[in-house]
Structures are given as C-alpha cells and as structure tokens.
C-alpha cells in the first residue's frame, strides 16, 4: 500500500483543501503585487523594492500580500506534510514553518524607504524577516522537491520539480547579480538608489518563489484527487 493511500478520506480532503488554499493565496499575492504597481507608481520599479509598497497611499494592500504569501506557504506546507518523510524532507518542513512565519512578520512590521537610514525596530525586524524568505527560500524549495522526487507518487512530475526548482535558483542569483552589474556598470551607485536597478529583478524573484509553491500544490491536489479516486 502506498503512502498517501493510508491516509483517511477526512486527511486527505483536508490535504486537498490546504493546497488549494496555497494556490488562491499565491495567485492573489502576485495579483496584488501588480495591482500596487498602477496604485502607487511613485515607486519606480525599476529600483524601489515591493516592501515600499507598504510605506505609500495603499500600504494596507502590501501588507495584505504579505499575509496572503505566508498564507500560500503555510498552507502548502499543510497539504505536503504526509509526503515529507525523508531527512531533508523533514528539515524542509519546519524551514517552510519559519518562512511563512517571517512572511507574516514582513506585512507586521513596515520598512522604511530603501533611501531613509533612520534606525527603527519596525524596520529592522522587517529586514530581518525579508533576508530569511529571500535567502532560504530555494534552500527550503530544494529540500521539499527532493524529498518529493523520492516518493513514487510524484515520479511523474521529478522533472518539473526540477526545472522549476532550478527557476527558483535562477531568481535569487537574477537579484543579486543585477546589484553587482549595476555597481560594475557605475563604481558610485551605492548600495541602493535609482543606479542599483534591483527593482525588476526582486519582482521577478517574488513571482517565481510564488510559481513553485502553486505548481506544488496544484501537483497535490492532484495526486491526492488520484487516490481519492482509486480508494472509492
């Protein structure tokens, strides 16, 4: 008997329910996101970062997206929990419990602009939660995808898992690159400012982490509603 075939019709519904749930939390974060670009186009995109979102007239909305991110891991983390059973599958699950919990404590917690040093606790924590996702989310992606591989049940879709894994990667390394590229291209540009063009490439960044966790949960509700069925 295969691993998802011993859970109860009960836990796997409610498995289907969460990653469904992943899927609309995600799908509405990257809706928002490109609904503050019209809403607040005062932050130029091209190097503001989307936590600025949170300091302009539509802030409410940032904070909602935020919510709803660490909603989409949280939930996804739900839904895969009986599928995590090897050693770096279980790493990865409580990985993916810190990342939704710093998601959460991003839309608490309000940045200042990328342009104020003033000192803040807000800011700070802020900071602080948005280096956690930033940098370990392709940690904690890498770890669910191979512990996935490893189940038969997902052996159809070892591939997919890979490439979008890999897209992950790819999104962190498009950051950044574009900060080393844009202090290559002008030595004077600083740490941040309208000649560190991070805007597009921490946009991208985002978008992609958001991808992964919906193709994973539409991947679940299928292999679920799979089972469900051969079990009827």
């Known amino acids: 008997m295969n691993q998802s075939s011993t859970l109860s019709h009960t836990l796997a519904g409610r498995s289907r329910t969460a990653a469904l749930a992943a899927v609309v939390f995600s799908s509405a974060f990257i809706v928002i996101l490109i609904l503050l670009h019209f809403l607040e186009p005062e932050f130029d995109p091209s190097w503001r970062m989307i936590s600025e979102y949170e300091i302009g007239r539509y802030g409410w909305l940032m904070v909602l997206a935020f919510f709803c991110w660490g909603g989409s891991v949280l939930s996804l983390l739900a839904a895969l929990w009986p599928f995590l059973r090897t050693i770096g599958g279980k790493i990865g699950r409580w990985w993916l419990l810190l ?99 991070q805007g597009w490439p921490n946009r991208f960044m985002v978008v992609v982490y958001n991808i992964w966790l919906i193709l994973a949960a539409l991947r679940t509700r299928q292999i679920l509603g799979s089972n469900r069925a051969e079990m009827l």
């Open 99 to 197: 990342i939704g919990v710093a998601l959460f404590g991003a839309g608490i917690f309000k940045t200042n602009a990328i342009t104020d040093t003033t000192v803040s606790t807000a800011n700070t924590l802020h900071t602080l939660c948005g280096v956690l996702v930033i940098l370990t989310f392709p940690i904690a992606a890498t770890l669910t995808a191979r512990s996935l591989a490893r189940n038969e049940e997902w052996a159809g879709t070892r591939r997919q898992l890979l490439w979008i894994t890999l897209l992950v990667w790819l999104g962190l390394i498009a950051y950044f690159g574009s900060i080393i590229i844009s202090n290559s291209i002008n030595p004077t540009a600083g740490r941040v400012g309208p000649h560190v063009l």
